[in-house]
């Protein structure tokens, strides 16, 4: 999967992609909103329109749901630079975790992909992506086709 690219317009707020049937990822979503009290970041499953328009635009394989995705105004930004980005917006003391963006970005995806390999098997998955709670549908990008 391609790691980061450009999407050809930059919109406005930050947006994050996810596997939506994955608990770990649903878990991302629930404590991402609990910590961003600014309501920096939207968020879109890699599964639903929206979501799998985005990665095409900016060239990556929408079938790829292994990673989650960081589109911020025109980048996209994948594993270990999408979480660590994410983490530098929240309330603190989760900013402290960009420090680890000056570790070599091979050792740090791949602690990222070990997770990612994973994660199905040590949190669960669902048929079906999560239904929204109200907080989370208003930060929701349309699914619109």
């Not at 098997?121 to 999560?130: I, M, N, T, V, Y």
């Amino acid at each position: 999967m391609k790691r980061s690219g450009q999407l050809p317009e930059g919109g406005a707020g930050a947006v994050v992609l996810i596997d939506g049937v994955c608990h770990l990822c649903q878990g991302l979503v629930k404590f991402i909103i609990k910590r961003d009290p600014k309501a920096a970041f939207r968020f879109a499953t890699l599964q639903g329109a929206a979501g799998r328009r985005m990665v095409s635009s900016a060239g990556m394989d929408p079938d790829r749901l292994d990673t989650v995705v960081l589109v911020e105004q025109g980048a996209v930004y994948t594993e270990s630079a999408a979480a660590l980005r994410i983490a530098r917006k929240l309330r603190f003391p989760w900013p402290v975790l960009y420090v680890f963006i000056a570790v070599p970005r091979p050792l740090r995806d791949a602690v990222y992909r070990y997770v990612a390999r994973n994660r199905y098997r040590w949190f669960g998955r669902d048929e079906a992506c999560l239904l929204p709670t109200p907080d989370l549908r208003r930060r929701l990008v349309e699914e619109e086709e």
